[in-house]
């Protein structure tokens, strides 16, 4: 009995963490509060502390990177769990894998050549 009780609570903690998010869920503004080493978030750099990403149901977003004003569109890639950024500069999308959404945190992980690193974003409330 106790070992289908486990396997019971097993599977429905699995499928709680397992939800399928939508491309609804993202539609928000989320602004970036840090880097994630470590389990521990580490504040943004000067030059980042109002950068945000803001996705619409258009598909399109726009954001502020390191002061910088980038427009261009996105998808969600749900198979994947990660969001793909399109923008003028480059031919290549920018990967966030998704690690984390809630209802008020985003947290995505950047990776490329040399290292990975997890960012952390919150949600604007509206005023």
């Not at 209802?103 to 960012?119: C, F, M, Q, Y």
Request: contains cysteine.
């Amino acid at each position: 009995m106790n070992r289908a009780l486990t396997i019971l609570l097993i599977i429905f903690a699995t499928s709680i963490n397992a939800k399928s998010f939508s491309k609804l869920d993202f539609c928000e503004k989320w602004d970036f509060q840090g880097y994630i080493y470590y389990g521990m978030t580490f504040s943004p750099e000067e030059n980042e502390k109002n950068d945000y990403l803001q996705f619409y149901e258009d598909g399109t977003f726009d954001s502020i990177d390191e002061g910088e004003n980038e427009t261009g569109t996105w998808e969600w890639m749900p198979k994947r769990k990660s969001l793909h950024l399109y923008n003028s500069k480059s031919n290549k999308p920018l990967i966030l894998e998704v690690v984390k959404l809630t209802e008020t945190a985003l947290i995505v992980l950047l990776k490329d050549k040399k290292e990975s690193i997890k960012l952390k974003f919150s949600k604007v409330e509206p005023i």
